[in-house]
């Protein structure tokens, strides 16, 4: 009788909380919103099932290694735990994402037309406005963000997972959860969220706009400007430079054209292999006592904003642009400059055909989706300069 006892006490059944419930729920609704519709799979999926590891009651996934007065280890972590704290907590993961990220990026668009970098640039409005507004919120006593918080929050609306991650994990690591969800939810839903605002914010007119042809860009071009920028930003920003350098080694090694085999790896087994990790690590920070109250409410109201803040400064300083230049562009492309690489693009693409079955857009909205990937990652290194200390 005893053993039974002892057994029921100890199952999972006995042990479960509501909140523990609501966040497994929590998961399984990541999981069908990857599968079923095919929002960001490749990181909701682990995320969703990380979710589930994490609040199964006595299991102790995300469990913290246990020692006893003389520094003796009684119990080891869970697996979740070494995840987060070998690869987020260091930083490692998203730093390495952003090396896949920069092995499969093509710069040549941007340098065809370098002007769409102000437009890159204009998106990254929604992270500092909305720090502002995150701010405010704590000041009125709405909702209790420090400044370290709403850094955090605001990194959110340059619509860049790794970049949210990557501050979020230094800055407010207990935020983890909610601002990796929202980053990559508002990533996933970019085809929902800009379309509206990209028509309401210009006139049939200006959606078919048509744009030249972009110039052809050298070999050397393509290798001389990832050095150029790495120096540049790392002598102007060094707290910018661990992204900014990762991304640029891996752009690197794509224009080169003497490490094909490296260049490979980094942008199909070693990104895929650190995604997985990245993804579980991130769910063992959604248990139930960290993610379920008012803040991560916030978190995803703010963040929410954030995104189309960036998205309507994009679109906003390309009519400037059209004001100042007799070359005109599309408004459209710069809702792209939000950092969901390559999805605002075709986005901005898709929009554009609408207006205009002519109307290719798809290359001419990589220039400042690229440039956004850039802001986000300068942005990111402001936030870490600027509160990292307080």
């Given at each position: 009788?005893?053993?039974?006892?002892?057994?029921?006490?100890?199952?999972?059944?006995?042990?479960?909380?509501?909140?523990?419930?609501?966040?497994?729920?929590?998961?399984?609704?990541?999981?069908?919103?990857?599968?079923?519709?095919?929002?960001?799979?490749?990181l909701?999926?682990?995320?969703?099932f990380?979710?589930?590891?994490?609040?199964i009651?006595?299991?102790?996934?995300?469990?913290?290694?246990?020692?006893?007065?003389?520094?003796?280890?009684?119990?080891?972590?869970?697996?979740?735990?070494?995840?987060?704290?070998?690869?987020?907590?260091?930083?490692?993961?998203?730093?390495?994402?952003?090396?896949?990220?920069?092995?499969?990026?093509?710069?040549?668009?941007?340098?065809?037309?370098?002007?769409?970098?102000?437009?890159?640039?204009?998106?990254?409005?929604?992270?500092?406005?909305?720090?502002?507004?995150?701010?405010?919120?704590?000041?009125?006593?709405?909702?209790?963000f420090?400044?370290?918080?709403?850094?955090?929050?605001?990194?959110?609306?340059g619509?860049?997972?790794?970049?949210?991650?990557?501050?979020?994990?230094?800055?407010?690591?207990?935020?983890?959860?909610?601002?990796?969800?929202?980053?990559?939810?508002?990533?996933?839903?970019?085809?929902?969220?800009?379309?509206?605002?990209?028509?309401a914010?210009?006139?049939?007119?200006?959606?078919?706009?048509?744009?030249?042809?972009?110039?052809?860009?050298?070999?050397?071009?393509?290798?001389?400007?990832?050095?150029t920028?790495?120096?540049?930003?790392?002598m102007?920003?060094?707290?910018?430079?661990?992204?900014?350098g990762?991304?640029?080694?891996?752009?690197?090694?794509?224009?080169?054209?003497?490490?094909?085999?490296?260049?490979?790896?980094?942008?199909?087994?070693?990104?895929?292999v650190?995604?997985?990790?990245?993804?579980?690590?991130?769910?063992?920070?959604?248990?139930?006592?960290?993610?379920?109250?008012?803040?991560?409410?916030?978190?995803?109201?703010?963040?929410?904003i954030?995104?189309?803040?960036?998205?309507a400064?994009?679109?906003?300083?390309?009519?400037?642009?059209?004001?100042?230049?007799?070359?005109?562009?599309?408004?459209?492309?710069?809702?792209?400059?939000?950092?969901?690489?390559?999805?605002?693009?075709?986005?901005?693409?898709?929009?554009?055909?609408?207006?205009?079955?002519?109307?290719?857009?798809?290359?001419?909205?990589?220039?400042?989706?690229?440039?956004?990937?850039?802001?986000?990652?300068?942005?990111?290194?402001?936030?870490?300069?600027?509160?990292?200390?307080?």
């Open positions: 009788m005893e053993n039974l006892i002892s057994l029921w006490t100890t199952s999972g059944l006995a042990q479960i909380e509501l909140g523990q419930v609501a966040m497994m729920a929590v998961g399984l609704l990541l999981l069908f919103l990857a599968i079923n519709k095919g929002f960001e799979p490749l909701l999926v682990p995320i969703g990380g979710t589930i590891l994490a609040n009651p006595g299991a102790g996934f995300d469990a913290a290694p246990i020692y006893d007065q003389l520094g003796q280890l009684e119990s080891p972590g869970g697996l979740l735990y070494y995840i987060y704290y070998a690869g987020i907590a260091t930083g490692l993961f998203p730093l390495v994402i952003f090396m896949g990220v920069g092995a499969m990026t093509d710069f040549g668009p941007l340098l065809a037309n370098p002007k769409t970098l102000l437009l890159g640039a204009a998106a990254q409005v929604g992270i500092f406005t909305t720090v502002l507004g995150a701010v405010a919120l704590s000041h009125f006593g709405i909702l209790d420090s400044i370290r918080d709403a850094a955090s929050i605001g990194i959110i609306g619509a860049d997972g790794p970049t949210a991650i990557f501050v979020t994990s230094k800055l407010s690591p207990d935020l983890l959860g909610a601002v990796a969800v929202a980053a990559y939810s508002y990533m996933a839903l970019v085809p929902i969220i800009q379309p509206p605002i990209m028509r914010l210009t006139t049939p007119a200006e959606r078919q706009i048509t744009m030249v042809q972009l110039r052809s860009v050298s070999k050397a071009e393509r290798i001389i400007f990832p050095l920028l790495l120096l540049l930003v790392a102007l920003l060094p707290d910018a430079a661990p992204l900014l990762m991304f640029c080694f891996g752009n690197l090694m794509r224009e080169c054209g003497v490490v094909n085999r490296l260049s490979d790896t980094t942008q199909n087994a070693l990104i895929n650190v995604t997985i990790f990245l993804g579980l690590g991130v769910g063992s920070k959604m248990s139930a006592d960290k993610f379920l109250n008012v803040e991560t409410m916030g978190i995803l109201g703010l963040g929410a954030a995104f189309c803040i960036g998205t400064s994009g679109v906003l300083m390309a009519k400037l642009m059209n004001l100042l230049s007799a070359h005109k562009v599309n408004p459209l492309i710069g809702a792209a400059g939000v950092s969901a690489v390559p999805m605002a693009a075709r986005v901005a693409n898709k929009v554009g055909l609408e207006a205009n079955p002519q109307n290719f857009l798809l290359m001419h909205a990589m220039g400042p989706n690229v440039a956004g990937v850039i802001g986000s990652a300068v942005a990111a290194g402001v936030m870490i300069n600027l509160v990292g200390g307080m």
